[in-house]
């Protein structure tokens, strides 16, 4: 079945541990993004890549760090999780040409 | 930066009447449109989309929208209501040929009353 997983699912932490959101897809897909959802703000983009080892800013890239030494994963690193990153976490990947993009199931994060 | 504008954050509609979800964006260039889903506790489905061509564009379960170059806008519209289609609803852009950048609008909870 064609998907994009992300694990956890929902993490309680506290400020400063660093922690690691982690994001798979199964579609050979060369573009993938990280999103935040907030109440009233809609989705924001973090960072997006475009293909193994190339990635950029997208809106809100502050706070947060991303690699992509795999073409399946796309992991999000909070290095110093802070209680303004309380959020809830969408991971997406799309084919070059395609525009559609295949949402993850979320990962909501509470730091306390 | 590329914005998009969803006027209202909550709208309620009848069961079986029209719904109309507005979606304006602001760019000097015609970018790619989008509306997608998002049912309580999911992920965001898409619904449908605009690249190029013909300016109406339907999506699944029964929902189009228009792209109207002259007014900026790309509102979603389906003829009669049904109670699953009670969600959220997202517009979002992304400027042609810049790769994976999008810009989404904040959202619009769509309500049915039986």
């Known amino acids: 079945e064609a998907q994009v997983t992300q694990n956890p699912r929902y993490l309680i932490t506290v400020t400063g541990k660093k922690l690691t959101v982690t994001c798979s897809q199964n579609m050979n897909h060369e573009y993938m993004s990280w999103y935040r959802q907030d109440p009233g703000l809609g989705l924001r983009q973090i960072y997006y890549?475009?293909?193994?080892?190339?990635?950029d800013k997208g809106d809100v890239p502050e706070g947060y760090k991303v690699s992509r030494k795999e073409k399946r994963n796309f992991p999000l690193i909070l290095e110093s999780p802070s209680p303004n990153q309380t959020s809830l976490y969408f991971c997406?990947?799309?084919?070059?040409?395609?525009?559609?993009?295949?949402f993850g199931p979320g990962t909501r994060l509470l730091v306390l | 930066a590329q914005s998009v504008t969803q006027l209202g954050s909550h709208v309620s509609v009848s069961e079986g009447a029209l719904v109309l979800l507005r979606c304006n964006y602001s760019?000097?260039?015609?970018?790619?449109l989008f509306w997608y889903v998002q049912y309580p506790n999911q992920g965001l489905q898409l619904l449908l989309k605009?690249?190029?061509?013909?300016?109406l564009v339907k999506g699944i379960n029964g929902f189009e929208a228009e792209f109207k170059k002259s007014e900026t806008s790309f509102h979603l519209t389906k003829p009669s209501a049904h109670m699953s289609d009670a969600a959220e609803y997202f517009c979002a852009v992304r400027k042609a040929n810049t790769g994976n950048q999008f810009y989404f609008g904040t959202g619009t909870s769509l309500t049915v009353i039986p």
């Open positions: 760019s000097s260039v015609p970018p790619y």
């Open positions: 890549s475009m293909n193994v080892e190339v990635t």
């Open positions: 997406a990947s799309s084919s070059l040409g395609s525009e559609t993009q295949y």
């Open positions: 605009y690249t190029t061509g013909a300016t």
